[in-house]
Nanobody, 115 residues
Framework: QVRLVESGGGLVQAGGSLSLSCTASRSIFSITTMGWYRQAPGKQRELVATITNGGNTNYADSVKGRFTISGDNAKNTVYLQMNSLKPEDTAVYYC?????????WGQGTQVTVSS
């Protein structure tokens, strides 16, 4: 089992930056894949970015070149650096950990980008 605690959301103007953190209750090196997903009001939850325990990353097309996912094994923490934010990035952002066959989710953190 994995507990995930997110932090770092908030309100920012378009063009600004925010950094999200997700701290796991166990070594992230032991977790197959960690990632960030988001859900905007009235929309389905969608993938934002993932990182494997081997360091491979994957991004949604909508955030490529603007967001960066990274991990710190010593701190059991995964980060999402978000630059050049747009109003359409507004959503609740959720941290996810995949330990097949299980998925674990954090409680979510709100990101609001004003125009």
């Amino acid at each position: 089992q994995v507990r995930l605690v997110e932090s770092g959301g908030g309100l920012v103007q378009a063009g600004g930056s925010l950094s999200l953190s997700c701290t796991a209750s166990r070594s992230i090196f032991s977790i197959t894949t960690m990632g960030w997903y988001r859900q905007a009001p009235g929309k389905q939850r969608e993938l934002v970015a993932t990182i494997t325990n081997g360091g491979n990353t994957n991004y949604a097309d909508s955030v490529k070149g603007r967001f960066t996912i990274s991990g710190d094994n010593a701190k059991n923490t995964v980060y999402l650096q978000m630059n050049s934010l747009k109003p359409e990035d507004t959503a609740v952002y959720y941290c996810n950990a995949k330990l097949p066959p299980y998925h674990y989710w954090g409680q979510g953190t709100q990101v609001t980008v004003s125009s």
